[in-house]
């Protein structure tokens, strides 16, 4: 039984035509030398051209185009994504960081001298205990991994760019 219907589903490839060359090769000798697969393509052949031939493909009205896109333009229209951003709490943000950057400049240009002396010096930091941990092993370890997080931080801005585009 399982046998019969394995050849059906290959004979089936075969009329279809959706099986591989090989395939179609070694079923056409079989069909030629087996009279099992010879009966049962005479059968599926004789279906397959009167399920063709008695079928007929339904069309759609003449209007059918007409008909969706008046039941697209029935629909209501999603509104416009600026009516979801309120833009008072935009313009507070760019407030508060435009105070910001004003409070910097403002206290550094207060404290910037015009003369040669220098107000404040800066401390003398020991750093000879540092040459052990940084030695050129861990700074080019460490340039390898910044290398790499900048090229993955550069496809994914491409990525973005392309993506972008195609859409």
């Given amino acids: 039984m399982e046998q019969n219907e394995?050849?059906?589903?290959?004979?089936?490839?075969?009329?279809?035509?959706?099986?591989?060359?090989?395939?179609?090769?070694?079923?056409?000798?079989?069909i030629e030398r087996d009279a099992l697969w010879k009966?049962?393509?005479d059968e599926l052949s004789v279906l397959h051209g009167?399920?063709?031939?008695?079928?007929?493909?339904?069309?759609?009205?003449?209007?059918?185009t007409a008909n969706i896109m008046d039941?697209?333009?029935?629909t209501h229209v999603a509104p416009a994504t600026k009516k979801y951003i309120n833009k008072g709490i935009i313009r507070s943000i760019a407030a508060l960081f435009i105070g910001m950057i004003a409070a910097v400049l403002g206290y550094a240009i207060a404290n910037a001298g015009n003369g040669t002396t220098a107000k404040y010096t800066l401390p003398k930091l020991d750093i000879s205990g540092i040459s052990g941990i940084?030695?050129?092993?861990t700074v080019m370890?460490?340039?390898a991994v910044n290398i790499?997080?900048?090229?993955?931080?550069?496809?994914?801005?491409?990525?973005?760019?392309?993506?972008?585009r195609h859409a």
């Fill in 50 to 64: 009167s399920l063709s031939h008695s079928i007929e493909l339904e069309q759609p009205s003449l209007r059918f």
């Fill in 71 to 74: 039941a697209v333009a029935a």
């Fill in 148 to 164: 790499v997080i900048g090229l993955v931080f550069l496809d994914s801005l491409l990525r973005r760019k392309s993506a972008g």
């Fill in 6 to 30: 394995e050849i059906e589903m290959q004979l089936w490839e075969y009329i279809d035509g959706s099986c591989p060359i090989y395939d179609m090769q070694r079923i056409s000798i079989l």
């Fill in 141 to 143: 370890m460490i340039i």
């Fill in 39 to 41: 009966a049962k393509y």
């Fill in 134 to 137: 940084f030695n050129s092993e």
